[in-house]
């Protein structure tokens, strides 16, 4: 059974910083690219970072590039998102998925398995 479990979400104030994880069961961690996706009220899901299998390469959406940063550890099979400079426009509900590398990086619908995601709020 495949599970994805978030962590680290919480209230901050602008400006402030946030690190969010992910601890991936089920299924070998080392064969997954890893992605951030999320989600505001009234809106779709959106694409934040992605970190390929053994972690060379990054990819970030344009609204949080330079800010966010998204590593991993194969050895504990968590991913994680650094946050900083949060801005009011960052809140919404965090996930992180399995990418077998299949599809399109950005696209949702790419990425096989979800967790149930972690909220993050950023007051001004």
């Known amino acids: 059974q495949v599970q994805l479990v978030e962590s680290g979400g919480g209230l901050v104030q602008a400006g402030g910083s946030l690190r969010l994880s992910c601890a991936v069961s089920g299924r070998t961690f080392s064969n997954y690219a890893m992605g951030w996706f999320r989600q505001a009220p009234g809106k779709e899901r959106e694409f934040v970072a992605r970190?390929?299998?053994?972690?060379?390469?990054?990819l970030y959406a344009d609204s949080v590039k330079g800010r966010f940063t998204i590593s991993r550890d194969n050895r504990k099979n968590t991913v994680s998102l650094q946050m900083n400079s949060l801005k009011p426009e960052d809140t919404a509900l965090y996930y992180c998925a399995l990418d077998p590398d299949v599809g399109t990086y950005s696209s949702a619908g790419s990425y096989d398995y979800w967790g149930q995601g972690t909220q993050v709020t950023v007051s001004s």
């Open positions: 970190i390929s299998r053994i972690g060379g390469r990054t």
